[in-house]
Every structure is written in C-alpha cells, then in structure tokens.
C-alpha cells in the first residue's frame, strides 16, 4: 500500500502565503516526479507545478513567481510554498507522484485526498 497525505490548507487573506506538504508512505522502493495539481468545480484538474527527483521544475504561468515547489527526498515529501496569493487560486489542491513500490517492475501514479486553499478577497 501506498498513501499520499496532505496538509497545510486553510482559509488565507489575499496576498498571504499558505505552505503544502504531502507525504508518501508505504512500500516504497522510488519516487519519480512528484507535483501539485488543483481544481474548481465545473473544471478540469490542472497542474500547478511538478519536480523531479532530481530537482528540476515546471510551473503553470499563473503561478511563476509566486509558488515555489520543493522536495524532501529522505522523508518522501513535496512542499508547494504560495506567495502572494490570488483570489483565483482558490481550489483544491492534490498531490500527485509517480511511485514504483517495492517488488513493483513499473511505476504507478497516486493522488492525495486533496486539500482546500481558499483566499479571500
């Protein structure tokens, strides 16, 4: 078994900061990407940042500058920092990674319980 476990969601006033974290754990032999996805309902889910084992980066427009994604690859957890946030990033964010368990050939993809940002104006 394999858990993605969320947290640091919250009510936020625009321009604020709030800080995710997401821990894996489980039988977990290597993680490969892992990223912050989000959505609103009536919408489709959309990434919002993504990093590599290694530490390489991509961000959504919207949110460059502002959010910053990292990883703890000893504790098996991605952090998405955000500054300065919007209005329009209200939503709720998931944590996503791509983890190949222990006795596993391939990697598989798993997804958080999600967690809720909203920002007031």
């Known amino acids: 078994q394999v858990q993605l476990v969320e947290s640091g969601g919250g009510l936020v006033q625009g321009g604020g900061s709030l800080r995710l974290s997401c821990a894996a754990s489980?039988?977990?032999?290597?993680?490969?990407?892992m990223g912050w996805y989000r959505q609103v309902p009536g919408k489709q889910r959309e990434l919002v940042a993504r990093?590599?084992?290694?530490?390489?980066?991509v961000y959504t427009d919207s949110v460059k500058g502002r959010f910053t994604i990292s990883r703890d690859n000893a504790k098996n957890t991605v952090y998405l920092q955000m500054n300065s946030l919007k209005a329009e990033d209200t939503a709720v964010y998931y944590c996503?990674?791509?983890?190949?368990?222990?006795?596993?050939?391939?990697?598989?993809?798993?997804w958080g319980q999600g967690t809720q940002v909203t920002v007031s104006s």
């Open positions: 996503n990674a791509f983890i190949r368990r222990i006795g596993a050939e391939l990697s598989l993809q798993y």
């Open positions: 489980g039988s977990i032999f290597s993680i490969n990407d």
């Open positions: 990093i590599t084992s290694n530490g390489n980066t």
